[in-house]
């Protein structure tokens, strides 16, 4: 069944598997459950900072959790998530906030103070580590490694609203949902607006293309959230239909075999690079690839010859 936005197709697949496993992150995993409460915690963090229905709320992140918990937060309040690169100059940055009239952003507190040079003040900069969930280790030494941060808010410092104190938005399947940029092969990037309706839909046509029993589905997601095809297959088909996405912060084949051999992930979604870089190591190659179910490409062309080694 198709719901009128992100957070209700979500929601529903959270109340029909409360305990099996949503996401997967370096060592820590999250049900249904865990994740959704995530979810709304986030929002009524957006609800402490001001966000309104129809605010353009930019999130320029790498796979993280707190990226995809935002994602849906954003949508649960009303508002629209324009997802960025976060490697995305300051200059262009600040040219991109302007032409969609986003009203805040959210990037790396490793980034932050690259970001508030350019930017002006009067503009909300929120400042996220990626690690805050998973690696207490990791989380300090980039916690230490950030700038003095100053000029811009801490994620992790922002109190939410009380649950009783917060409403949720009223959306429709046509309204938008995420803003996404085009490559800009043709000059400057243009901005791609997806409905709640259009995102749901992939979702829902999705899964027949996935198969399988959606316990078994683990979705090897290295592909941004920035990115169309990470967003809608990677992440909000899995989680509409009560699989697991397995976050990769970035691509490091070794790591990626290492979840492989472990069994945490079934599927995988890459570009044409990803699949050539698997397929030359030999740690590759092996017993655990029976439990592989499907795999994607796309970003890039594919060469038949890609194909058929695989």
């Known amino acids: 069944m198709e719901y009128s936005t992100l957070y209700e197709q979500l929601r529903a697949s959270a109340l029909a598997h409360p305990k099996d496993e949503a996401a997967r992150f370096e060592n820590k995993t999250w049900t249904y459950t865990a994740f959704l409460r995530q979810v709304d915690k986030a929002a009524r963090k957006l609800e402490r900072l001001g966000v309104k229905e129809n605010d353009v709320i930019a999130v320029s992140l790498p796979n993280c959790p707190d990226a995809l918990f935002l994602l849906y937060a954003i949508n649960k309040?009303?508002?629209?998530?324009?997802?960025?690169?976060?490697?995305?100059?300051?200059?262009?940055?600040?040219?991109?906030?302007?032409?969609?009239?986003?009203s805040m952003l959210f990037v790396l507190?490793?980034?932050?103070?690259?970001?508030?040079k350019e930017?002006?003040?009067?503009?909300?900069?929120?400042?996220?580590?990626?690690?805050?969930?998973?690696?207490?280790?990791?989380?300090?030494?980039?916690?230490?490694?950030?700038?003095?941060l100053k000029g811009i808010s801490r994620y992790w410092m922002i109190r939410p609203v009380l649950k009783s104190h917060f409403v949720p938005a009223n959306r429709k399947k046509e309204d938008d949902a995420v803003y996404l940029n085009t490559g800009g092969t043709n000059g400057e990037p243009k901005i791609v607006r997806l409905s709640n309706g259009a995102i749901n839909t992939l979702a829902f046509e999705g899964y027949p293309l996935v198969g399988g029993d959606v316990r078994n589905i683990k979705m090897l997601t290295a592909i941004p959230l920035f990115h169309g095809f990470g967003l809608s297959m990677g992440a909000h088909t899995i989680l509409s239909i009560g699989g697991s996405t397995i976050l990769?912060?970035?691509?490091?084949?070794?790591d990626a075999i290492k979840i492989l051999k472990k069994g945490y992930a079934t599927c995988i979604i890459g570009v044409p690079a990803l699949y050539n870089a698997l397929l030359s190591r030999d740690a590759f190659y092996g017993p655990w690839l029976q439990k592989q179910n499907t795999a994607f490409v796309g970003g890039?062309?594919?060469p038949d010859s890609l194909l058929e080694r695989w």
């Open 77 to 102: 309040v009303g508002a629209v998530s324009y997802n960025i690169h976060p490697l995305t100059p300051p200059a262009q940055m600040k040219g991109m906030l302007e032409k969609a009239k986003a």
């Open 109 to 116: 507190s490793l980034s932050a103070d690259r970001y508030r």
């Open 119 to 148: 930017i002006s003040l009067s503009f909300r900069l929120v400042a996220i580590n990626p690690y805050r969930h998973v690696e207490f280790f990791k989380m300090l030494a980039v916690r230490l490694m950030s700038h003095s």
């Open 248 to 254: 990769m912060m970035k691509f490091k084949t070794k």
């Open 300 to 302: 890039d062309a594919v």
